[in-house]
């Protein structure tokens, strides 16, 4: 335990050295609010007047302006949409001033003027490899049951890749669920998906910003070796009582907000609280709506409730307290019974120190996932983790450059129990404990945006530990043309326990701190227990003109270590059967892979038009020694164009659509059966007599290809408005309009073929107050 130690110590010097480094002359820092709400507003332009000291705020609304000269100043905030703010500020020695701004929605603005959180971020972050999703963005396709949703808009991001609409899972550029971390308000998330995969377990109108890093992320982030879903929830309105209520044809949601305290004045605290409750009953509605899917209705069951609530100080310094419990239930007649319960709490902060110009932000959660599956043909599986994380991050601003660094803990439990496709019963009960500590420094300099960075990621339970150096780079060729790039390297412990032979691919069992290893892969002595992967990416941003921007990037992810579960798995790995292969006794098997592609993405958006296309070229491969193979979720080609036009008075009606066209998926192909015998009796066993169990004889794996898919989405919303802020939303969705029969699965045994979502009409109703 000396390295953990070590790390610690690394991290108290910085903090000590840190602590030190005052700003030179003076700062003006502080938070850019909402007036008519109270919510921050993130990425908004703070300047001081004619000179080229500024700062945009982050996803806090904090900003701060530091290396001031002595002299008087006008502060302004500039953001579309809202009147220009301006406020003289005075400047004499190390001074630090602390503001808290509000802005005021209108149409005024000074001249020339048109400055966007986007705009600004594109200038200023280096950002390779991740999208930037709000509450807005999410409404502007078609609401699949009447109900926006991020699970729908993930699935038109470039180089995400989403398997279907009942028990589809998300793979993001080459990574498989397991490999894709997802954080709401610092707290980890094991699984944010529903089964019938049209639903994630985020109310929509409580998130703030959802940032999906696709690859490349920098050094604050770990654990991982593919991607990030970093998720932050709004505090609530701070001025009123305020809320929605919606009903459709899939399920309800109910959404209320308000201040516990009132700020009086702008140098007062104030707290505020808001609370989400959504749930399914499309289980019971769709035996009356949609009984020509199926008779019996569709047996998805969810609940997801969430609360928080947020405490303020004068001076911007926030707590915030959270909890939630999700549930999901379904039942695929003749298939499978799957299950699952998650739970959890905690808080974070950020703290504004008097004196001292930096922000401290730190975070503590606990949570726990369990699942459950029965198959009829297959033992029953389950599997659980719990546990805490923890961390604290500390940033300093010099003029345009930033340093950062933090670290973070995290222990978990995970408990495990299944049986393979060889009937071997493989169980694992592990306590694990991971530390990190991490640096990040990002230098401005004239049309150079650079931010190398390094974490160290400590696995306790394997003994070891991880350097992972960073580094992301963006080059400002002009105002309208940037160039990008990100590399880094990448681990984790967690491992996934799923069959790429299930029928319904829903169980995904969490593992960690694999033991029963084998000692050499392709020829060559295996010394590490992590998996491992290392990421290049190269791309270019293109503002083609005003509205309209286009996204390229290649990307390259060498997955150098890869565990999973050994399905060939016979003999115990006991000394009486040492002779044999380690592959038919070890509980895991080391693979390694790649994933590589070019993504293309167009925007185009102006007050009344919205359009996305998206265009994905990927190709993912994966070898475990003895066989090369590609995954089930390889989809070479992948097309998302998504729109939406708002229309007559007051924009009051929109209508909006997604078309979707992907090729075929990989399966595994049946060549034929044979009668399996038991021989429950053993040597007593009579082969003339005994009945066996029809077994199947498996083609290679995931050689064949499943026919292309594609769908179209259409809806239509009308607001009525009944007061400032009274309004009703009528939705109307058509789901899979021409009705297009995307294969599910096929019955290997009655070769029946199971279809996708056909054509669904939906319809909801949302309050908003």
Same mark, same amino acid.
């Given at each position: 335990?000396?390295?953990?130690?070590?790390?610690?110590?690394?991290?108290?010097?910085?903090?000590?050295?840190?602590?030190?480094?005052?700003?030179?002359?003076?700062?003006?820092?502080?938070?850019?609010?909402?007036?008519?709400?109270?919510?921050?507003?993130?990425?908004?332009?703070?300047?001081?007047?004619?000179?080229?000291?500024?700062?945009?705020?982050?996803?806090?609304?904090?900003?701060?302006?530091?290396?001031?000269?002595?002299?008087?100043?006008?502060?302004?905030?500039?953001?579309?949409?809202?009147?220009?703010?301006?406020?003289?500020?005075?400047?004499?020695?190390?001074?630090?001033?602390?503001?808290?701004?509000?802005?005021?929605?209108?149409?005024?603005?000074?001249?020339?003027?048109?400055?966007?959180?986007?705009?600004?971020?594109?200038?200023?972050?280096?950002?390779?490899?991740?999208?930037?999703?709000?509450?807005?963005?999410?409404?502007?396709?078609?609401?699949?049951?009447?109900?926006?949703?991020?699970?729908?808009?993930?699935?038109?991001?470039?180089?995400?890749?989403?398997?279907?609409?009942?028990?589809?899972?998300?793979?993001?550029?080459?990574?498989?669920?397991?490999?894709?971390?997802?954080?709401?308000?610092?707290?980890?998330?094991?699984?944010?998906?529903?089964?019938?995969?049209?639903?994630?377990?985020?109310?929509?109108?409580?998130?703030?910003?959802?940032?999906?890093?696709?690859?490349?992320?920098?050094?604050?982030?770990?654990?991982?070796?593919?991607?990030?879903?970093?998720?932050?929830?709004?505090?609530?309105?701070?001025?009123?009582?305020?809320?929605?209520?919606?009903?459709?044809?899939?399920?309800?949601?109910?959404?209320?907000?308000?201040?516990?305290?009132?700020?009086?004045?702008?140098?007062?605290?104030?707290?505020?609280?808001?609370?989400?409750?959504?749930?399914?009953?499309?289980?019971?509605?769709?035996?009356?709506?949609?009984?020509?899917?199926?008779?019996?209705?569709?047996?998805?069951?969810?609940?997801?409730?969430?609360?928080?609530? #947020?405490?303020?100080?004068?001076?911007?310094?926030?707590? !915030? +307290?959270?909890? =939630?419990?999700?549930? *999901? &239930?379904?039942? %695929?007649?003749?298939?499978?019974?799957?299950?699952?319960?998650?739970?959890?709490?905690?808080?974070?902060?950020?703290?504004?120190?008097?004196?001292?110009?930096?922000?401290?932000?730190?975070?503590?959660?606990?949570?726990?996932?369990?699942?459950?599956?029965?198959?009829?043909?297959?033992?029953?599986?389950? #599997?659980?983790?719990?546990?805490?994380?923890?961390?604290? !991050? +500390?940033?300093? =601003?010099?003029?345009? *450059? &930033?340093?950062? %660094?933090?670290?973070?803990?995290?222990?978990?439990?995970?408990?495990?129990?299944?049986?393979?496709?060889?009937?071997?019963?493989?169980?694992?009960?592990?306590?694990?404990?991971e530390i990190a500590g991490y640096f990040t420094y990002k230098i401005a300099r004239s049309k150079f945006l650079i931010e190398p960075g390094m974490r160290f990621q400590w696995?306790?339970?394997?003994?070891?530990?991880?350097?992972?150096?960073?580094?992301?780079?963006?080059?400002?060729?002009?105002?309208?043309?940037?160039?990008?790039?990100?590399?880094?390297?990448?681990?984790?412990?967690?491992?996934?326990?799923?069959?790429?032979?299930?029928?319904?691919?829903?169980?995904?069992?969490?593992?960690?701190?694999?033991?029963?290893?084998?000692?050499?892969?392709?020829?060559?002595?295996?010394?590490?227990?992590?998996?491992?992967?290392?990421?290049?990416?190269?791309?270019?941003?293109?503002?083609?003109?005003?509205?309209?921007?286009?996204?390229?990037?290649?990307?390259?992810?060498?997955?150098?270590?890869?565990?999973?579960?050994?399905?060939?798995?016979?003999?115990?790995?006991?000394?009486?059967?040492?002779?044999?292969?380690?592959?038919?006794?070890?509980?895991?098997?080391?693979?390694?892979?790649?994933?590589?592609?070019?993504?293309?993405?167009?925007?185009?958006?102006?007050?009344?038009?919205?359009?996305?296309?998206?265009?994905?070229?990927?190709?993912?491969?994966?070898?475990?020694?003895?066989?090369?193979?590609?995954?089930?979720?390889?989809?070479?080609?992948?097309?998302?164009?998504?729109?939406?036009?708002?229309?007559?008075?007051?924009?009051?009606?929109?209508?909006?659509?997604?078309?979707?066209?992907?090729?075929?998926?990989?399966?595994?192909?049946?060549?034929?059966?044979?009668?399996?015998?038991?021989?429950?009796?053993?040597?007593?066993?009579?082969?003339?007599?005994?009945?066996?169990?029809?077994?199947?004889?498996?083609?290679?794996?995931?050689?064949?290809?499943?026919?292309?898919?594609?769908?179209?989405?259409?809806?239509?919303?009308?607001?009525?408005?009944?007061?400032?802020?009274?309004?009703?939303?009528?939705?109307?969705?058509?789901?899979?309009?021409?009705?297009?029969?995307?294969?599910?699965?096929?019955?290997?045994?009655?070769?029946?073929?199971?279809?996708?979502?056909?054509?669904?009409?939906?319809?909801?109703?949302?309050?908003?107050?």
């Open positions: 335990m000396q390295l953990p130690s070590k790390i610690f110590s690394v991290i108290l010097l910085l903090i000590i050295a840190s602590a030190s480094v005052f700003a030179q002359n003076g700062t003006v820092r502080g938070f850019v609010y909402d007036k008519e709400s109270g919510e921050p507003i993130i990425f908004t332009n703070v300047y001081l007047y004619k000179t080229s000291h500024g700062a945009a705020t982050d996803e806090n609304g904090y900003f701060s302006i530091t290396r001031i000269p002595d002299g008087n100043y006008t502060l302004m905030v500039t953001y579309l949409g809202y009147d220009t703010l301006r406020e003289p500020v005075d400047i004499k020695g190390n001074v630090v001033l602390n503001k808290k701004l509000y802005l005021v929605k209108g149409s005024y603005q000074l001249q020339g003027i048109s400055v966007t959180a986007e705009y600004t971020e594109q200038r200023t972050e280096t950002r390779t490899s991740v999208v930037k999703i709000t509450p807005k963005q999410i409404r502007q396709i078609p609401t699949v049951g009447g109900q926006a949703d991020l699970a729908q808009y993930l699935q038109v991001l470039p180089g995400v890749i989403f398997t279907g609409d009942q028990g589809g899972q998300l793979y993001i550029r080459g990574g498989a669920p397991i490999q894709n971390k997802v954080i709401l308000d610092g707290m980890v998330i094991y699984n944010p998906f529903h089964s019938i995969g049209l639903f994630s377990v985020f109310e929509t109108d409580i998130l703030r910003t959802a940032d999906i890093y696709t690859g490349g992320f920098g050094a604050e982030n770990g654990g991982r070796i593919s991607s990030v879903m970093d998720l932050t929830t709004r505090d609530g309105n701070k001025k009123r009582i305020a809320g929605k209520a919606g009903a459709s044809t899939f399920g309800a949601n109910l959404l209320l907000e308000g201040p516990i305290k009132k700020q009086k004045t702008s140098a007062d605290g104030s707290s505020s609280f808001i609370l989400s409750y959504k749930n399914s009953y499309l289980e019971q509605t769709s035996k009356a709506l949609y009984s020509y899917i199926d008779e019996n209705g569709l047996p998805f069951n969810f609940r997801d409730l969430y609360a928080k609530a #947020s405490i303020n100080a004068s001076n911007g310094s926030k707590v !915030n +307290f959270f909890g =939630f419990n999700y549930s *999901d &239930q379904v039942e %695929y007649k003749a298939v499978s019974n799957f299950n699952w319960d998650a739970y959890g709490a905690g808080m974070n902060f950020v703290v504004i120190p008097g004196k001292s110009p930096v922000l401290i932000e730190g975070n503590f959660a606990y949570s726990s996932y369990k699942m459950n599956l029965t198959e009829n043909t297959l033992a029953p599986r389950t #599997s659980l983790v719990r546990g805490f994380n923890m961390g604290m !991050n +500390f940033t300093y =601003f010099f003029g345009k *450059d &930033q340093m950062k %660094y933090g670290f973070e803990m995290q222990g978990f439990k995970t408990v495990f129990d299944y049986f393979n496709s060889a009937n071997r019963k493989i169980d694992q009960t592990q306590n694990t404990s696995y306790a339970s394997l003994s070891e530990i991880s350097p992972e150096p960073r580094l992301s780079m963006k080059y400002l060729v002009s105002d309208k043309l940037r160039f990008k790039m990100a590399t880094g390297l990448y681990t984790q412990n967690f491992i996934a326990a799923n069959s790429d032979r299930d029928v319904v691919n829903l169980f995904y069992g969490f593992l960690s701190g694999p033991e029963n290893l084998p000692t050499t892969f392709d020829g060559k002595e295996v010394t590490s227990k992590l998996q491992k992967a290392q990421h290049f990416i190269l791309g270019a941003e293109i503002d083609v003109r005003k509205n309209l921007l286009v996204n390229i990037e290649a990307y390259y992810k060498n997955f150098s270590q890869l565990t999973n579960i050994n399905r060939n798995k016979i003999f115990e790995d006991i000394g009486e059967y040492q002779d044999k292969p380690e592959y038919l006794r070890k509980d895991f098997i080391i693979e390694n892979g790649s994933a590589k592609g070019v993504d293309f993405s167009m925007k185009y958006e102006n007050k009344n038009l919205y359009l996305w296309v998206v265009y994905s070229l990927g190709f993912v491969n994966r070898y475990d020694g003895l066989i090369h193979y590609v995954p089930h979720y390889d989809r070479r080609h992948n097309v998302n164009i998504v729109s939406s036009y708002k229309f007559g008075k007051l924009n009051s009606w929109e209508i909006n659509g997604r078309w979707n066209l992907g090729s075929g998926f990989p399966f595994t192909q049946t060549q034929g059966y044979y009668e399996k015998l038991n021989f429950a009796q053993g040597i007593f066993s009579d082969i003339t007599t005994m009945n066996g169990d029809l077994s199947i004889i498996y083609g290679t794996i995931n050689g064949g290809r499943l026919s292309y898919y594609h769908r179209l989405d259409l809806g239509l919303t009308k607001k009525f408005s009944f007061s400032e802020n009274v309004t009703l939303d009528a939705n109307f969705t058509i789901t899979n309009v021409y009705d297009r029969d995307n294969i599910f699965y096929v019955n290997r045994i009655t070769n029946e073929k199971v279809y996708q979502l056909p054509v669904m009409p939906s319809f909801g109703l949302t309050l908003n107050f």
